[in-house]
């Protein structure tokens, strides 16, 4: 494995994109090497790369957990990586590549802080505009959330909906550019992962670990 981060290959879609069409042990079973070298291999690569400003990733294992899943195939259509530190994440999947960021598991007492300091006047606001800069740069923002606002709040609060939030994310479906096949992409994804930091920070600061 090359020391150096040269891109994600075209393959690396093609094996993701043929393994949606028979996701099944057989297919794993001969294909496997080309998950090792132009999944797996690139990936880790990258990720150590992107150690150095964003701190060590946690790399997905490809099988799926199928005890308590209706659907019983076998393997994820798509390669993880999350990076606890900086809070940011990516995968590569047929459709290709995928940036995210922010508090995508959160516990009752995360829950509430989070609800608490959106309803806040000066860290709510800031919030606010962390949010509407970062749709700004084409990030779309997500999480889990409720159906209506939560007990305690005004129904009318003017950041009703960010109080009906349990969770915080933002992401971009950013697919196959031409740069995602050479070492450019390692620059592209820490750029875009830069645009999500007031947002985490944000999150940090307010809501921080469990």
Known sequence: MSSSFTGIPTAALDFYE????????TFWTAHKHIYDESVRAPIEVLTAALA???????????YRDVRFSADKTPYKTHQGVWFDESKTYLHISAAGLF?????WRTS???VGRLRRAVDADLPGEA????????RK???EIAG????RVPS???KDHVRADLLRHKTLTAHREVGCPAWLSGARAKTEIAKMWRSFEPLTSWLDKHVGPD
């Open 152 to 154: 305690g709040f005004a």
């Open 127 to 134: 919030l606010a505009k962390t949010i509407a800069a970062v």
């Open 99 to 103: 940036v995210a960021a922010g508090y």
């Open 18 to 25: 043929d393994l949606e069409n028979d996701n099944s042990k």
């Open 52 to 62: 150095e400003e964003f701190g060590p990733g946690k790399f997905f294992r490809p």
């Open 137 to 139: 740069k084409g990030f």
């Open 144 to 147: 889990e959330q409720l159906s």
């Open 108 to 110: 009752p007492a995360q």
